[in-house]
């Protein structure tokens, strides 16, 4: 029912676009990970055009938002959700904003006892957002999720959450 498209995979335009076309003609939705504020300097317009067209979702790191928009994270949040259903700016830790439409959201990040890696961490956050956005969570607890997932990550070696980091996730998603 999705189709999440890492950054780092746009170098191939015609195919990332037809994997688009058809996701989108598939009643899918079509998530957007800019992945790296380098890529988006190099290839800002194409990831525009992805935006524009075809993307419901669209995360961003701050670095990444300003490469895309030229603006800080508070205003690029709202030129980015203008394209899109969904935009997310992570802004590491000081937490992350979600703008749908007239909604937003501002979540802080979590205070961690070590920050070992920061490999998958947004990853991880777009990982528990998505899961929580597509079990019926509020936009809020979404970016919880994310944020709860992203913290677990960040205080081991690798890209890999402990495996109790996604028995809470499931937790969280489903608490009242």
């Known amino acids: 029912k999705s189709l999440y498209v890492e950054g780092y995979m746009v170098q191939n335009h015609d195919l990332v676009v037809r994997v688009m076309q ?7 939705h079509i998530c957007l990970d800019l992945a ?26 701050e670095e990444e938002a300003h490469a895309l928009t030229g603006l800080d994270a508070e205003k690029a949040i709202d ?3 203008t394209h899109c259903s969904i935009a997310v700016v992570k802004m590491g830790s000081r937490g992350s904003m979600i703008r749908k439409g007239d909604t937003f959201v501002r979540v802080p990040a979590q205070t961690v006892e ?18 929580g956005l597509f079990v019926g969570c509020s936009l809020e607890r979404c970016a919880n999720l994310g944020t709860t997932l992203a913290a ?3 205080q081991v070696m690798g890209a890999t959450p ?9 937790t969280m998603a489903f608490a009242n």
């Open 79 to 81: 030129i980015i959700a």
């Open 152 to 154: 677990q990550v960040i």
């Open 114 to 131: 070590q920050v070992i890696d920061t490999t998958g961490a947004g990853d991880n956050y777009a990982a528990g957002f998505l899961y």
């Open 22 to 28: 058809l996701a989108k003609s598939a009643g899918m």
């Open 162 to 170: 402990p495996d109790e980091a996604i028995q809470q996730l499931k």
């Open 36 to 61: 790296s504020f380098t890529v988006v300097m190099q290839e800002r317009e194409f990831f525009l055009r992805l935006i524009r067209e075809y993307a419901d979702i669209v995360f961003a790191n």
